[in-house]
């Protein structure tokens, strides 16, 4: 493991040469590197790189406020064989980006996700709980191409969120707004509201959630299994039987992102506006399988069981990420 991670490493410094690079390992045996996230966080720089590596123990909560990249190594490796040499992630628990982190980029996993200032770029996340910003001054907030298990709070001012896979999405401020595209939305029961949004490209999963929605609002081009939840017209598809549609509509919590791939022949497929893919998969940002992050990956990995001398002679494959 510690070899695998020195290899990573490198890969990493080749993809980012021009910014620091902070390691994070609580692995047994791991020296010279930090073990907590928020220990990384205040030794850092601004503009630096913290790598979260392969680890079965999260690295802890973490408060930020500096603008840093905040970099793992994705989720889901093991429904997604081939994606990186080690199968598990490095996992954050509640995330705090406040006041000072604008700028920062979050390619991580981790439990909860608050955003409390603007510019802050959530990319390829998996999130086990929910996400949330709550104040309509905060702009230039982006969430893309990620897995949240529960709620999207999107009480900012143009929140994107887009490709994502969640149980719902809301802005329930007036004085908020947002735009919702080409995503996937699991909860199958409840209801919230939207305020002064555009909400378009989805695809509900549940039959029974209910969306309210309040003007100005542009809802359009989505899809759901039930009956209702939406407002009817505006090429808005009810009660589409969601088996037709994904590879595996299965129960929520969904297994993976891979269960929300379109299945050949899906009617989400080019139902979107302009004829774009509706759902995570859809428009020029899809969902990348596993959550990988945009640097290169080692995908195979063989190093000799003993060695005696001060050089290592290791085989690996790697490959680039977009």
């Known amino acids: 493991m510690k070899r695998y991670l020195s290899l990573a490493t490198m890969l990493l410094v080749a993809a980012a040469a021009q910014a620091g690079i902070l390691r994070v390992n609580n692995n047994p045996g791991v020296t010279g590197v930090y073990t907590s996230a928020q220990a990384a966080h205040n030794a850092a720089n601004p503009g630096d790189i913290i790598h979260l590596e392969p680890s079965n123990n999260h690295y802890g909560d973490v408060t930020c406020t500096k603008p840093l990249t905040w970099v793992s190594v994705g989720y889901f490796l093991p429904q997604n064989p081939g994606l990186q040499f080690a199968p598990v992630s490095g996992r954050l628990r509640n995330v705090n980006a406040n006041s000072g982190s604008g700028g920062s980029v979050f390619t991580v996993a981790c439990e909860n996700f608050s955003v409390n200032t603007s510019n802050i770029t959530l990319e390829r996340c998996f999130l086990s709980g929910g996400f949330g910003t709550n104040n ?5 907030v982006v969430i ?28 329930t401020d007036g004085n908020a707004s947002a735009v919702i595209t080409n995503n996937v939305l699991t909860q199958n029961n409840g209801a919230t509201n939207v305020w002064n949004s555009i909400f378009q490209n989805n695809i509900i999963r549940g039959t029974g959630f209910t969306y309210s929605f309040f003007s100005p609002v542009e809802v359009s081009y989505n899809m759901t299994a039930g009956p209702g939840g939406i407002p009817a017209g505006n090429n808005n598809q009810f009660s589409v039987n969601m088996s037709n549609v994904f590879v ?3 129960e929520a919590p969904q297994r993976s992102d891979k269960d929300f791939v379109l299945k050949a022949g899906s009617p989400a497929i080019g139902a979107g506006i302009g004829g774009i893919d509706m759902g995570g998969f859809g428009g020029s940002n899809p969902l990348v ?24 002679q290791a085989t690996f494959s790697a490959k680039s990420n977009q």
Do not use: D
Not at 136 to 140: I, R, V
Not at 149 to 161: D, E, H, I
């Open 289 to 312: 399988l596993g959550m990988q992050p945009a640097i290169p990956a080692i995908t195979a990995l063989s190093v000799p069981g003993a060695n005696n001398t001060s050089t290592i």
């Open 144 to 171: 893309k191409q990620s897995y949240i298990y529960y709620q999207a709070t999107l009480n900012g001012n143009q929140v994107v969120f887009s490709n994502n896979v969640c149980a719902y999405a809301e802005v």
């Open 248 to 250: 595996n509509p299965g």
């Open 136 to 140: 309509p001054s905060y702009a230039n």
